[in-house]
């Protein structure tokens, strides 16, 4: 039971370049979420998903997509990186609502 | 939507002094409060949570406090140890809706040996 996986811990991005922040659950958690850490704003919503096949937007969702096809994977997708989006980035899920998260590691994320 | 707030931002206390965090949230809707603890480097762990049927929970030296009227909660921390040094965030949600959780700013706990 590997928990929250995430993938790549670390990237560096130029501008303009996109990519996949992967996240994968074996717990068979039907509610999964990325959030952004900056310091001094604590975690904000990105997307979030319901289930497979229900996704939607959360607090600063511009530049991000996501899509949920399976119950174990919710990538996040950077469409076109900008320095904005330097950040920590967490993926977390929870079996039900009103259940605390289980979150991933985290992936550092720095776009120059 | 909702809204959390948190305070202090920053909090020394000596080794074996008690911690108070506090947290307002804005949406009377918000039915559940998780705290999560975040150590240097590490991903934030839940620690305790409280419903809105709850007024109290204890969990060894760490206790939660709600007040529904005045929509805030407290985390208390007593005989603070070295280790519980880390980032403190408050949480709410409406576990009625669909897990959208919107976390405070967080605290930086600073225990002092």
């Known amino acids: 039971n590997a928990g929250v996986t995430q993938t790549p811990k670390f990237q560096v991005l130029k501008t303009g370049q996109s990519m996949t922040l992967q996240c994968a659950q074996d717990m068979n958690h039907e509610y999964m979420s990325w959030y952004r850490q900056d310091p001094g704003m604590g975690l904000r919503l990105i997307h979030y998903s319901v289930g497979a096949g229900i996704t939607d937007q959360g607090e600063v969702p511009n530049g991000y997509n996501v899509s949920r096809s399976t119950t174990e994977d919710f990538p996040l997708r950077l469409l076109s990186a900008a320095p904005s989006q330097t950040s920590v980035y967490f993926c977390?899920?929870?079996?039900?609502?009103?259940?605390?998260?289980?979150f991933g590691s985290g992936t550092r994320l720095t776009v120059v | 939507g909702e809204n959390v707030e948190q305070h202090p931002s920053t909090l020394s206390v000596q080794e074996g002094d008690s911690a108070v965090i506090k947290c307002t949230y804005s949406?009377?809707?918000?039915?559940?409060f998780p705290w999560y603890k975040q150590e240097l480097g590490k991903r934030p762990q839940l620690i305790i949570d409280?419903?809105?049927?709850?007024g109290e929970k204890k969990d060894q030296r760490i206790a939660v406090t709600l007040n529904k009227t005045a929509k805030h909660f407290s985390l208390h921390i007593t005989e603070t140890q070295p280790e519980d040094s880390a980032v403190y965030f408050c949480a709410a949600s409406w576990a009625g809706g669909y897990q959208k959780v919107t976390f405070g700013t967080g605290t930086k706990l600073q225990v002092i040996p």
């Open positions: 949406d009377s809707a918000s039915n559940y």
């Open positions: 409280i419903r809105s049927n709850v």
């Open positions: 977390a899920s929870s079996l039900d609502r009103g259940v605390g998260y289980t």
